[in-house]
């Protein structure tokens, strides 16, 4: 069965710092790896998708990555803001959807 | 993209009884899914909604709990039946929509029992 982690659970940094948010999957067969944001009591957000085939994609300050053979992703977030705090969740697609348990982001002003 | 809606957002409800939650598409989606998140956990898949037949459900999920209406491609229930306090959660429905099936979705509905 494919498991998803994300490390760190939380992470907390003063406004402007350029960070990396980790996922890591155990079955590197995989069909595509998307990224979210989740607000307090709202739904996920979609941030980026990247295909089995890709190695990076970006949006704006935010750029992922796909190492699929490491069975690594990451989530690199430029010159972060206050509005970027949030969970941020990665879910790979094999099949069906799986979840990891979300990095806890926290942007100090 | 696609825009997804829900209602109700949030509810209150009594031990035993049941609640219905919509689940309304801007555009056609190929597969929707519904998912519970439990407060402080990740998204655990209840099942996906197939147009015009039974919904696929995983394991540790049955249809007489938790039965799935998806009429057409842009629309589909959920109720949770005969509810306990353990049911007491989030549930969220999404789709799959554009080339690369980029998986969007609801706001979620907050589910509480007593």
């Known amino acids: 069965k494919q498991e998803v982690t994300q490390i760190p659970a939380a992470l907390s940094v003063p406004e402007g710092e350029n960070l990396v948010l980790n996922c890591s999957f155990t079955?590197?067969?995989?069909?595509?790896l998307q990224w979210f944001r989740q607000d307090p009591g709202k739904g996920l957000t979609s941030l980026l998708l990247i295909q089995s085939s890709q190695r990076e994609q970006t949006s704006g300050r935010l750029n992922a990555s796909l190492d699929k053979s490491s069975g690594r992703s990451t989530l690199y977030i430029a010159a972060s803001q206050p509005g970027d705090s949030a969970t941020y969740l990665c879910?790979?697609?094999?099949?069906?959807?799986?979840f990891g348990t979300g990095t806890s982001l926290t942007v100090i002003p | 993209s696609a825009v997804i809606s829900q209602k109700p957002s949030r509810d209150i409800c009594q031990r035993g009884t049941s609640l219905t939650i919509q689940c309304q598409v801007d555009?056609?989606?190929?597969?929707m899914f519904w998912y519970r998140q439990q407060p402080g956990q990740s998204l655990t898949l209840i099942a996906t909604?197939?147009?015009?037949?039974?919904?696929?459900?995983e394991s540790g999920f049955v249809i007489d709990k938790f039965p799935i209406s998806r009429p057409n491609l842009t629309f589909s229930t959920l109720t949770v039946s005969n509810m306990s306090p353990e049911d007491s959660s989030i549930y969220l429905c999404s789709g799959l929509s554009g080339v690369w099936e980029t998986q969007y979705f609801g706001p979620g509905t907050r589910l509480l029992v007593l």
């Open positions: 555009s056609q989606v190929t597969m």
């Open positions: 879910a790979v697609r094999k099949g069906q959807f799986y």
């Open positions: 909604a197939n147009q015009g037949s039974e919904a696929t459900y």
């Open positions: 079955d590197s067969a995989i069909y595509n």
